[in-house]
């Protein structure tokens, strides 16, 4: 009964514009709070690095798949305790952000929260959650959060149909409901038009050195309807090379990956490369 009590929803009025439909329990709040001391002095100038900072104090937080789907209404979901890749990609997107800002409340870290998650900054319902990690990049740069750099160290564009989530429907229990359903098939069918651009698996290597550390990494994959399989942050290691630093499938935590970045990719399978958006 306690477990359940801890993730209830609260439904919060929060001033200067925030989404009033939060799902947060006590619990995530003070680990929020005590992020925000944590990660206090993380700061480097370079915001890069500080995306690698602020991520390492993730580390071995576990993996857990479907934080976000809870209820039967679209909520910003606040969750430390458990994160999948895309999750452990906002938040720490989120947190460094606040650092940039100068800013340390809770209220702040939910406002960059619902900017990086949702469609034009704005939570409005299910299909108003960037889903699809190509569109997360793509509407994070309009945003100016981010910028696309895949052309500029050697990806090449592609197109793709894009549809996993219309075609496997009984996998996403809000798609149950008519009106999602029919609004997810309309983003589809608006990314079917858009190319995207990806580095080949083959030519990671040789480009490895204009990735920086900090940069967001996301799988591109073969499999049908689908444009990304997974996201994490790059970091250049000890040995000089970049590896990734994720919450692992394989480990169920966060970690950087003991293989550098273009070797780990070889591994996974269906991948055809990566693209890569660089924090601004």
Known sequence: MKKLLSILFIFTIIPSGICQQITCSPEDRAAVENKLVEIDELFQGDFGATMVSVGKTFMKTPYVAKTLEIGDTE??????????????????????????????????????????????????????????????????????????????????????????????????????????????????????????????????????????????????????????THTGIATRDTDGRIHLLHAS??????EISKKPLADYVKGIKNNTGIMVARPN
Not at 88 to 115: D, G, I, P, W
Not at 249 to 254: A, E, H, L, N
């Open 249 to 254: 499938t394989g480990t169920m935590q966060v």
């Open 75 to 228: 909520t910003l979901v606040v969750n430390l305790q458990g994160l999948d890749c895309t999750t452990f990609v906002e938040n720490v997107l989120a947190f460094s952000m606040l650092l940039k800002q100068q800013e340390n409340s809770f209220e702040a870290y939910l406002k960059n929260l619902e900017t990086i998650r949702y469609k034009n900054g704005a939570l409005d319902g299910y299909a108003s959650r960037l889903h699809y990690f190509s569109e997360w990049i793509a509407n994070n740069a309009e945003k100016g959060l981010i910028k696309d750099i895949t052309g500029e160290i050697g990806g090449e564009e592609i197109t793709k149909d894009i549809n996993f989530m219309s075609t496997h429907r009984d996998l996403y229990p809000f798609l149950a409901d008519n009106t999602n359903f029919s609004k997810i098939k309309d983003s589809e069918n608006f990314l079917n038009n858009q190319a995207i651009c990806v580095l080949a698996q083959d030519k990671i290597a040789e480009n490895e050195h204009l990735i920086q550390s900090g940069d967001i990494i996301a799988f591109a994959t073969s499999i049908n309807g689908l444009d990304v």
